[in-house]
């Protein structure tokens, strides 16, 4: 081994010493905001400490409108604040009123429109203004906040209980409390259902004169009267029941032991004035200011304080009583706004992030794909779920008598819950119309049910778009920017270059090393035609997809170092192309309930599979077909290809069923690297423990030609 000399060995550890010294003042310098290393580097790699607080904080919020005309005459500024409006003032370039860019009233009203606004401040005003900024929001629930006792300004309950844990209990809460009591004597009891005696015959000592006191002597004597007989009566019975057993006396004496504990405890604790049960302290106006908490309109509160890492830098709105967030530091407000006057079940609700917005794209929250250590690995192929905004309407559901009070969304929600309890996928597809049009006004909050179980399990996903998904508000490219931009999610936009939004490939990696095992290809498969008078229907896949699929295989097979055509590939997209309709003596396994809804106009896409050596490909749209069906081109030419076009079936019951009563459906996809096979399976919703249609469709990486049940 070659040994270095002292001097040398000197000389690189003083390198080393300032090299960690230079970096810790960088680290520093950064958090103090003297320079900007998210400028030069991901400030995922950076320590939490040495992060930089927020980009911007929040100083204050306001909820306007406008009439429906400015949306019109393309006027951006509908419901947006003055700029001298709202705390600070005008502040130019160091921040301003940011408008979150959904109408309130989700497009209900002909005339009206309401948004809300928020107002931001860059740090570095901050630093050099100081002052304080949002820290929290809470909007009130005046069915439980105004049935607090004496809490005539529906202060809202949390705000109430915050303040309870922390106030120091002085004079002024004194005369408070015996002004909030004097007309409730004897509410307060202890454990026997008698006034618990040193608090409240202090709160309740009479101010009259001579005559309420002999009133009260006159009852004090017959209590005492009463009392004085109990006890008699006490003792007769405690004396029979010594002669009759003693054993009977020794359990009672030990039985009467834990009661008497158990309503000393329980005195003691409601005679402590801090811990009486159901009770708070209604703050003076003084206390509530100096707790930093500050109404603003319909229903919303704002809580001022220091900017800590954990102050409120952004606020969303999100609608409907079933609504979820499920981004990490976000948290979604239970109660909705007041007075907005929108659709009934569609009601705003708030949503806030605390601290830094966090980098989705990190490792944390893109785990890659890979192989598990038995070589497996398990994909869930979710189609078609139609999530609404609110909870959704019941189409076909099965039976037919649940139809009855059914919530769409939240049973498509116990459904693929449980399927992921029993299944524990290492990947979910989701093909398309998670979204329903115009059930959806506000796309987000339907997507955002869509993928929470998901997100919640920390279980990584893709999507594709189908049909219904950009049919509300938001454009092709926005939803797809918008699935994208999620934790855990793999979805990508795609290359600009090619055809439609959402064209991309995936590899998992091997469980030996990081060279591609399998290969997932995802494809854009449009919506309705572009030229509705000579291709009626649907619209097909361009030649741009085309070249880029045959492009992006060849360079995974590549990167992998596999012979083409070996490696094992899927694909997957929400419209069927027509050789789906091609059934009639193939192997076939499943139901075919309906007619194949796909364009009618044939492309290369098929041959372009064949050459990518795609084994399965897998869709929606028709969602009562769940078949798998064998299809086979260029016999007995060197082109020959065969390959399984499978249905994942309708999950979802906000959209159709019917159909001989179709039950909703998963399918599940297990692939293996060791014995390059695929199988695949179906579980539904009237029985999710059962697997069926168990089928071996790809065995030592060649399509079987024939139906292989196991």
């Known amino acids: 081994m070659l040994a270095l000399p002292r001097r040398w060995l000197r000389q690189l550890s003083y390198a080393g010493i300032l090299l960690v010294f230079a970096s810790f003042l960088l680290l520093v310098a950064n958090k103090k905001r003297f320079i900007r290393l998210q400028d030069y580097i991901d400030v995922d790699y950076m320590p939490q400490y040495f992060q930089p607080p927020s980009d911007a904080y929040i100083v204050d919020l306001a909820i306007g409108s406008c009439a429906n005309y400015n949306k019109l005459l393309k006027k951006p500024h509908c419901g947006l604040p003055s700029d001298k409006e709202g705390k600070h003032g005008d502040l130019g370039s160091s921040g301003g009123w940011i408008r979150v860019n959904k109408n309130l009233l989700l497009g209900s009203s002909w005339v009206w429109a309401s948004y809300l606004s928020v107002k931001e401040i860059q740090p570095e005003y901050h630093e050099k203004h100081g002052d304080t900024v949002i820290v929290d929001v809470w909007v009130a629930n005046p069915e439980e906040d105004c049935r607090v006792k004496g809490n005539k300004k529906c202060i809202p309950k949390k705000i109430l209980e915050e303040i309870h844990k922390t106030r120091v209990f002085d004079d002024e809460d004194l005369a408070q409390l015996q002004e909030q009591t004097k007309d409730i004597k004897g509410q307060v009891e202890n454990g026997e259902g008698k006034p618990a005696p040193e608090e409240l015959e202090k709160m309740y000592e009479p101010k009259g004169g001579n005559e309420g006191a002999s009133e009260s002597d006159e009852e004090d004597e017959e209590k005492t009267k009463e009392k004085e007989e109990e006890i008699e009566k006490e003792e007769e019975e405690k004396e029979e029941k010594k002669e009759k057993e003693k054993e009977g006396k020794e359990k009672e004496k030990h039985s009467k032991d834990e009661e008497n504990k158990e309503e000393k405890s329980k005195r003691d604790k409601e005679s402590s004035r801090h811990d009486l049960e159901g009770y708070l302290l209604i703050p003076s106006q003084k206390k509530l200011d100096e707790s930093g908490w500050k109404k603003l309109s319909h229903g919303v509160w704002v809580k001022y304080g220091p900017a800590t890492e954990n102050a409120v830098t952004g606020i969303d709105v999100l609608f409907g009583p079933d609504a979820v967030d499920p981004r990490p530091n976000w948290d979604l407000l239970p109660h909705p706004l007041k007075d907005i006057g929108g659709p009934a079940g569609m009601e705003p609700r ?361």
């Open 350 to 710: 708030l949503t806030i992030r605390y601290g830094r917005r966090l980098n989705y794209k990190s490792k944390e929250y893109q785990p890659p794909l890979k192989f598990s250590s038995e070589g497996t690995f398990k994909i869930l192929q979710v189609a078609d779920l139609h999530f609404s905004t609110g909870v959704g309407k019941c189409r076909d559901p099965v039976p037919a008598s649940s139809a009855k009070g059914c919530e769409a969304d939240p049973r498509t929600l116990r459904f693929i819950n449980e399927v992921l309890d029993i299944e524990k996928p290492d990947f979910v597809v989701m093909t398309g119309d998670q979204v329903f049009g115009q059930a959806a006004p506000d796309p987000e909050t339907a997507l955002f049910k869509a993928v929470s179980p998901f997100v919640q399990r920390k279980i990584p996903f893709a999507i594709t778009l189908g049909n219904h998904d950009d049919e509300s508000v938001l454009s092709r490219e926005q939803m797809m920017k918008l699935a994208s931009s999620l934790p855990y999610s793999h979805a990508s936009v795609g290359p600009q270059e090619v055809d439609g939004f959402g064209n991309y490939a995936l590899a998992v990696e091997s469980s030996k090393s990081k060279k591609a095992g399998a290969a997932l290809y995802f494809l854009d498969s449009h919506s309705y035609s572009k030229q509705p008078k000579t291709n009626p229907g649907y619209d097909w896949f361009k030649d741009s997809q085309i070249t880029w699929l045959e492009l992006e295989s060849a360079g995974l097979q590549e990167e992998a170092g596999a012979p083409k055509g070996s490696l094992l590939s899927m694909a997957f997209f929400h419209i069927p192309i027509p050789e789906f309709r091609e059934t009639a003596d193939r192997p076939f396994i499943g139901q075919m309930r309906e007619g194949v809804a796909g364009p009618k106009y044939h492309v290369d896409i098929r041959a372009a599979f064949g050459i990518a050596g795609i084994h399965v490909a897998s869709v929606g749209h028709d969602h009562a077909n769940d078949y798998c069906l064998l299809n086979e081109q260029d016999r007995e030419t060197e082109y020959h290809h065969k390959m399984w076009l499978c249905y994942g079936g309708g999950a979802g019951e906000g959209g159709y069923g019917g159909y001989d009563g179709y039950i909703r459906r998963v399918r599940v996809y297990e692939l293996n690297q060791e014995a390059k096979e695929v199988r695949t399976w179906k579980r539904a919703e009237n029985n999710p423990g059962e697997m069926f249609d168990r089928q071996v469709i790809v065995k030592d990486g060649e399509t079987l030609g024939s139906v292989n049940e196991f």
